[in-house]
């Protein structure tokens, strides 16, 4: 029986291990959640936050919400200052995107045509009631769909020229192809 006891116990325990190192209580919610719920932290012990990547998300935005004329001021003043490194930094970023998820250029202007109003093309998106409905990541399906790769110059392009950016309406063609669309459209 103490054999059985101690087994059990033991059992027991690992499982414990086990729950508590998958689960972790937030510190600020005070709600239980699986551990890839928290960002790194390499400063602790376990190697994460002791709040939940829901509650900064809520703090950084209200920061900065009520500093904003403070925070766009002072970026605006440390680009002045550090101009070349900060160039060089984004240039860097910019090619590592065109690199590593090429799609994302056009998702990017995609989104800034419709929700933009001080964008130079909005009047002919936006303004006309097209709305954006795509996420990242069907972005990236539809690229790996329409082998975006094998394309000169890609273009996100609609099928219908009045409905949205969904899914079932979008498809990555050749530039040419696309502005050659929007003329015929355009009369
Ligand atoms: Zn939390």
Redesign the pocket.
């Given at each position: 029986m103490v054999v059985k006891y101690n087994c059990i116990t033991r059992l027991d325990n690992f499982y414990f291990i086990c729950y508590t190192l998958t689960m972790k209580t937030?510190t600020?919610?005070k709600?239980e959640k699986e551990l890839k719920e928290f960002s790194n932290n390499r400063w602790m012990k376990d190697g994460k936050n002791l709040?939940?990547k829901?509650?900064v998300k809520i703090k950084n935005k209200n920061l900065y919400q009520n500093n904003k004329d403070r925070i766009i001021e002072s970026t605006k003043k440390y680009y002045k200052q550090h101009i070349y490194k900060c160039r060089k930094r984004n240039r860097e970023a910019y090619l590592s995107m065109m690199i590593n998820k090429p799609w994302m250029s056009s998702y990017r202007h995609a989104k800034e045509r419709c929700n933009n109003p001080n964008c130079e093309k909005y009047p002919r998106y936006g303004g006309r009631g097209i709305k954006f409905l795509l996420t990242k990541e069907e972005v990236k399906k539809l690229w790996i769909r329409d082998k975006g790769w094998l394309l000169n110059r890609f273009s996100i392009d609609r099928k219908d020229n009045d409905g949205n950016y969904e899914y079932k309406n979008c498809q990555f063609i050749e530039l040419v192809d696309n502005c050659k669309k929007q003329k015929v459209d355009r009369g």
């Open positions: 937030c600020k919610c709600i709040w939940c829901i509650c």
